[in-house]
């Protein structure tokens, strides 16, 4: 098991201490490039303005590092397309994502965490049934499956692959496909991704699959490039 960590920024919290935070990240960053790997923007999205966390977001790409921002989990247009334009490696929840968005995510390959029972148990969402991924999955915008946070919101991955596969009859297949869609989407070395692809067919390899997805699996390991 290989462990990454994402410090993160609270934007409830004052600018100084987001620059704290990234000052530090950078700073072990360069002793342990292969733990320190990103910083996470989140928090209460009804507070701070998210351009006064720029220039923090700003130095942590600088040096390398990617961005996750929790973004959209509100119906605040101007700060979505702010945020959209200011860029990110993975879109937190992106509830209030539209179609045009959808499109800019597609071109620029921004994953979407979905986060089902963190939206249900926050109520960003009504019900699973009108969850977002559903919407994400038609439009093919790159997306993966996420907790959130297992211990606040009492789940785990395991578990949201259930729901998911509950309410939208998600196949075998696309189950795969999500958790291949996963790993390239990590923020991993390319040879980590190898890895963990390599493990995955492993396992696949002892499912019972009708449609022979083993097979193709296999093959896109071999062709994948790891960008």
Do not use: W
């Amino acid at each position: 098991m290989k462990v990454k960590l994402l410090p993160s920024i609270n934007r409830g919290e004052p600018v100084s201490v987001s620059e704290e935070t990234v000052a530090l990240s950078v700073d072990f960053c360069k002793l342990y490039p292969d733990i320190i790997v990103g910083i996470d923007f989140s928090g209460n999205p009804n507070k701070g303005n998210f351009e006064e966390f720029m220039p923090a977001l700003t130095l942590a790409r600088k040096h390398g590092l990617m961005l996750a921002i929790h973004c959209a989990e509100i119906p605040n247009r101007s700060e979505i397309k702010q945020m959209l334009m200011f860029g990110m490696s993975r879109c937190g929840h992106g509830t209030y994502l539209t179609s045009a968005d959808y499109a800019y995510m597609k071109q620029h390959n921004i994953a979407v965490e979905c986060c089902l029972t963190s939206n249900i148990k926050s109520g960003t969402v009504e019900s699973l049934q009108y969850h977002h991924i559903k919407r994400l999955i038609e439009a093919e915008v790159p997306r993966v499956l996420c907790t959130d946070d297992s211990g606040v919101f009492d789940t785990t991955l395991s578990n949201e692959f259930y729901l998911a596969t509950e309410a939208f009859g998600l196949t075998q297949t696309q189950c795969i496909d999500l958790t291949m869609e996963a790993i390239d989407h990590a923020f991993a070395s390319c040879e980590e991704k190898q890895n963990l692809k390599i493990q995955l067919d492993a396992f696949i390899s002892q499912m019972t699959v009708k449609d022979n997805r083993v097979h193709k699996t296999k093959r896109y390991i071999e062709k994948k490039t790891c960008e």
